[in-house]
C-alpha cells in the first residue's frame, strides 16, 4: 500500500462548481497536512497547512483532515478558470516535518 | 530575482555527459532541497540540506551528486545518467527544517532533464 494515495484525474468542472479533493494515507505518525497549487511549468506552492483534525479555510479554500480515517480533503467554492491546476497533497511526521511526502496530484480543469 | 530560481530550464544530455543543476534562493532561507518529480509518480525527496551540512539523501543514486557552497545556493551535479532519470528537477527552500514549524517549502521552476 502507497503512503499516500490521491486520484490523479483529471477533473474537469464547469466555472463556479465546487470542487473536492481527497488524499488517504496510511502511515499514522504523519500530523502535518498540506496543500500544494502546481500550475503548468511552474514549481508547487503551498495553499494549505494544517496540523489538526477538523476544517480550515482561507478564502474559497477549505482543508480538512480527519485523523481517525486518515483523509483529507481540499475544498475549493466558487471555482474559477484561474484554478486549473495540479493539486498535490503532502504530509510529515513530527520531528521530521521537512521530510514531505507526496500524492500524485490531481489535474484541475475549470471550464469557463 | 525574487524567491527560488533555477538554471538551466531545460536540458538535454547524453548518458556520458557530465551536467550540473543550479539553484538559488533570494528568501534568506537556511534549508534547500531537491526533489525529482516524474510523470505518474509523486514527487520524490532527493537530498536535504540545513546551513549547508547534508541531512538527508534519500537512496539516491552516485550518479546524482548535490553541493552546497553556502545556504543561498545549491547544485545537482549530474554524470552517466540513465534514460529513467529524465524527469522535472525542482529545487526548494525553507527557513527551517519545520522543528519550530518554519518548513514551509518554497518551490522554483524546476529543470526539465531530458537523458538520451
Known amino acids: 500500500q502507497k503512503e499516500v494515495e490521491q486520484d490523479p484525474g483529471p477533473l474537469s468542472v464547469p466555472e463556479g462548481a465546487i470542487v473536492s479533493l481527497n488524499c488517504t494515507y496510511s502511515?499514522?505518525?504523519?500530523?502535518?497536512f498540506m496543500w500544494y497549487r502546481q500550475y503548468s511549468r511552474k514549481g508547487p506552492e503551498l495553499l494549505m497547512y494544517?496540523?489538526?483534525?477538523g476544517n480550515k479555510e482561507d478564502g474559497r479554500f477549505t482543508a480538512q483532515v480527519d485523523k481517525s480515517s486518515k483523509y483529507i480533503s481540499l475544498f475549493i467554492r466558487d471555482s474559477q478558470p484561474s484554478d486549473s491546476a495540479t493539486y498535490l497533497c503532502a504530509m510529515s511526521a513530527r520531528g521530521s516535518n521537512y521530510k514531505l511526502t507526496f500524492g500524485k496530484g490531481t489535474l484541475l480543469t475549470v471550464n469557463p | 530575482e525574487t524567491g527560488v530560481t533555477q538554471t538551466p530550464r531545460h536540458l538535454v544530455m547524453g548518458m556520458t555527459n557530465k551536467k550540473s543543476l543550479k539553484c538559488e534562493q533570494h528568501l534568506g532561507h537556511n534549508a534547500m532541497y531537491w526533489y525529482k518529480q516524474s510523470a505518474k509518480k509523486p514527487l520524490e525527496l532527493m537530498f536535504v540540506y540545513s546551513l549547508e551540512e547534508r541531512v538527508e539523501n534519500n537512496s539516491v543514486p552516485s550518479r546524482f551528486s548535490p553541493e552546497c557552497p553556502n545556504s543561498s545556493h545549491l547544485f545537482l551535479h549530474l554524470h552517466t545518467l540513465q534514460p529513467e532519470d529524465s524527469a522535472l528537477y525542482l529545487c526548494?527552500?525553507?527557513?527551517?527544517?519545520?522543528?519550530?514549524?518554519?518548513?514551509?517549502?518554497?518551490f522554483g521552476p524546476g529543470t526539465r532533464l531530458t537523458v538520451l
Open positions: 502511515n499514522s505518525a504523519f500530523q502535518y
Open positions: 526548494a527552500s525553507s527557513q527551517g527544517l519545520g522543528l519550530k514549524g518554519d518548513n514551509e517549502q518554497f
Open positions: 494544517t496540523y489538526s483534525s
